[in-house]
Nanobody
Framework: QVQLVESGGGLVQAGGSLRLSCAASGIIFSIGAMGWYRQAPGKQREWVATITKGGTTGYADSMKGRFTISRDNAKNTVYLQMNSLKPEDTAVYYC???????????????WGQGTQVTVSS
């Protein structure tokens, strides 16, 4: 089975920065796209950013210019650098990844358990 574990969340003041990490482990043949989502209390989970295996990135409009997604394929890890944080960024942040576990199987999507980010004013 594939497991994704997020780390790096915590409490930060408005205007500060945090760097989230998400490492995939288990039986992995190849990882395709990886991404970040977040969910605030009482709200739907929303997309934050995605990065393809080749490094192409995409961001939600509210995150552009503040957040940067990157990955280290050798470590099966995706990162989210968050700058100029605002109280409205407070949420549980989840990573996901498209993973194949053999040379013939298709991709399946896996999710991490989430890490809490709290931005104080």
């Amino acid at each position: 089975q594939v497991q994704l574990v997020e780390s790096g969340g915590g409490l930060v003041q408005a205007g500060g920065s945090l760097r989230l990490s998400c490492a995939a482990s288990g039986i992995i043949f190849s990882i395709g796209a990886m991404g970040w989502y977040r969910q605030a209390p009482g709200k739907q989970r929303e997309w934050v950013a995605t990065i393809t295996k080749g490094g192409t990135t995409g961001y939600a409009d509210s995150m552009k210019g503040r957040f940067t997604i990157s990955r280290d394929n050798a470590k099966n890890t995706v990162y989210l650098q968050m700058n100029s944080l605002k109280p409205e960024d407070t949420a549980v942040y989840y990573c996901n990844a498209q993973v194949t576990q053999s040379g013939t199987s298709g991709y399946s999507t896996y999710w991490g358990q989430g890490t809490q980010v709290t931005v104080s004013s």
